[in-house]
């Protein structure tokens, strides 16, 4: 087995160079009068949900590091740590990415923990760090777990994984149209990922690409940038407070409201908790499908375009 294993956590080691290309950015914006909109409120909001997910790492991270660590017992298989394991480790942990996040717009408990990701009407580098304070309890840990038995050491695959997340803070700027095409085909971009933040019945659920936006197009979920229908950012339901712990736990409350109404089945209660975002029992609610469908009832000449 490997042992003694340190890698470096890079996204620590990235603060500066986000703090610096924020500020770059709203100068940008400033002198350029284009290329992005900044709101105090937002921005704060967005840094502090940032900060708060650090600490909860601190906190709680010792959960999926004791889960994996039980993994890597228990497989006869060690990958090593040479420079082919590595970036075999990355791409495939792109594809875990890929499906988290997935996950995490399609299952509402995992949702509860992406949300507040979504929960900014504007799109700048500081959107991308409203990352979640409850990961933990999404469980979504689970889907590293097939890399660890793969024989890549826990400290190898969070090390990966902190390389996809710091890649992921440039994509959120208005301030980049497009990259050049053949970059556009393979890799995740502010355009790609513009999109993936749109409220627009087109753009729900679709581009959940971490680094390499060929998963979206390999599994039927890509939608490309329209210019004839610019991206509105947020939630199909904006929840309008800057309130940090409103931001966190807004749709965890809401769950325990839903799956705690009365005369409901126990297969309504779950489903409350792990269908869609948008179910609802009697129908009254809608989700990305109905969203879509009642899109083309109005706009017939849309069908068959990206995303509808
Ligand atoms: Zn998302
Ligand atoms: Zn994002």
Not at 49 to 59: D, R
Not at 75 to 81: A, H, R, S
Not at 189 to 197: A, D, E, K
Not at 248 to 261: K, L, N, P, Y
Request: aromatic letters at 14%.
């Amino acid at each position: 087995m490997t042992s003694a294993l340190s890698f470096p956590d890079v996204t620590q080691l990235a603060v500066p160079f986000f703090i610096a290309a924020i500020l770059a950015e709203f100068l940008w914006i400033a002198i350029k009068g284009r290329g992005g909109r900044y709101e105090t409120r937002d921005a704060v909001t967005s840094l502090i949900m940032g900060a708060g997910s650090v600490a909860s790492g601190l906190v709680l991270g010792f959960i999926a590091w004791g889960f994996f660590m039980l993994l890597w017992q228990i497989t006869p298989l060690d990958m090593g740590t040479s420079i082919w394991a590595i970036l075999i480790c990355f791409v495939l942990d792109d594809l875990r990415y890929y499906w988290v996040h997935r996950f995490g717009h399609r299952i509402r408990w995992v949702w509860a923990s992406h949300v507040n990701h979504h929960s900014s009407q504007h799109y700048n580098l500081t959107t991308a760090l409203r990352q979640t304070w409850t990961g933990t309890f999404s469980f979504v840990m689970l889907v590293r777990a097939p890399l660890v038995l793969l024989g890549f050491h826990p400290g190898l695959v969070l090390f990966v994984g902190g390389i996809n997340l710091v890649y992921q803070f440039w994509i959120h700027t208005e301030a980049i149209g497009k990259m050049p095409r053949w970059f556009e085909a393979v890799m995740n971009t502010p355009s790609h990922h513009r999109v993936h933040h749109g409220r627009n019945p087109r753009y729900l659920d679709c581009n959940y690409a971490g680094v390499f936006i060929i998963w979206d197009k390999m599994f039927g979920t890509f939608v490309p940038e329209q210019e004839r229908d610019p991206v509105d950012y947020g939630l199909v339901y904006n929840i309008a407070t800057f309130n940090p712990l409103r931001v966190a736990f807004h749709e965890w409350v809401s769950i325990f409201r839903d799956v705690t109404q009365s005369n409901l089945t126990l297969k309504e209660r779950l489903l409350y908790a792990f269908a869609p975002p948008g179910y609802s029992h009697d129908g009254s609610r809608d989700t990305s499908e109905t969203i879509k469908k009642k899109h083309l009832d109005r706009h017939p000449q849309d069908r068959g375009t990206p995303g509808l």
